[in-house]
């Protein structure tokens, strides 16, 4: 296994969560980290992405300032902080890995198994 991610559970409308994602250094090195998420009956989306600088982050517009990506290289982790969770934040939220940052699916090489995140109303 490449990528782990953990964290998911289930929450209450206005809790937080933090998910993490592990993964081997020869999987990330110089390598653009991303969080996506799939809700049941629905398409696969983007959440947000982190450069391998860390500098440079980009989140989709439905997250923005809600949720907060951040990596630890020397631990080879990214990380995942979301607060004012809604339920229709319910979804699989998967780590990906790319040398090529994007919002899109198809450009990331590595992924994660995924983990459950719930929030109820």
């Known amino acids: 296994v490449q990528l782990q991610a953990y964290g998911g559970g289930l929450v209450q409308a206005g809790g937080s969560l933090r998910l993490s994602c592990t993964a081997s250094e020869r999987t990330v090195r110089n390598s653009a980290m991303a969080w996506f998420r799939q809700a049941p009956g629905k398409e696969r989306e983007f959440v947000a992405f982190i450069t391998w600088s860390g500098v440079n982050t980009v989140y989709a517009d439905p997250v923005k300032g809600r949720f907060t990506i951040s990596r630890d290289i020397a631990k080879n982790t990214v990380y995942l902080q979301m607060n004012s969770l809604k339920p229709e934040d319910t979804a699989v939220y998967y780590c990906?890995?790319?040398?090529?940052?994007?919002?899109?699916?198809?450009?990331?090489?590595?992924w994660g198994q995924g983990t459950q995140v719930t929030v109820s109303s």
């Open positions: 990906a890995a790319t040398k090529t940052p994007a919002i899109v699916a198809e450009m990331y090489d590595y």
